[in-house]
């Protein structure tokens, strides 16, 4: 009987590499295409350090720190009521 090259118990390794791989390829590319201070073009590398401070507080405040601002910090909140509130 041949061996398989690829077992089945490694799938969600596979799963969960490729998740990770995705999160930081996403992040390089945020990085390099919207980060104020981060310049890829010769021109703007010329410029020097540029006091362009509503430009970073428009990088630095995105949806997603918006969202987790206004919401408690409780990871499972149903949970955390049922076993900490008293009834």
């Known amino acids: 009987m041949a061996s398989r090259w690829l077992r089945p118990e490694v799938y ?14 996403m992040q390089l ?4 295409c919207i ?5 890829v073009t010769k021109e703007n590398r010329a410029a020097g350090v540029l ?4 430009e970073g507080e428009k990088y630095s405040e ?8 206004s919401r408690a910090p409780e990871i499972m ?8 509130d008293p009834k």
């Open 12 to 25: 969600p390794l596979f799963a969960a590499v490729g998740v990770a791989v995705g999160i930081c390829g």
């Open 29 to 32: 590319v945020r990085n390099i």
């Open 35 to 39: 980060n104020p201070e981060v310049r």
């Open 51 to 54: 006091e362009n401070f509503a």
């Open 62 to 69: 995105h949806f997603v720190r918006k969202y987790v601002r």
């Open 77 to 84: 909140p149903s949970i955390n009521s049922f076993f900490a």
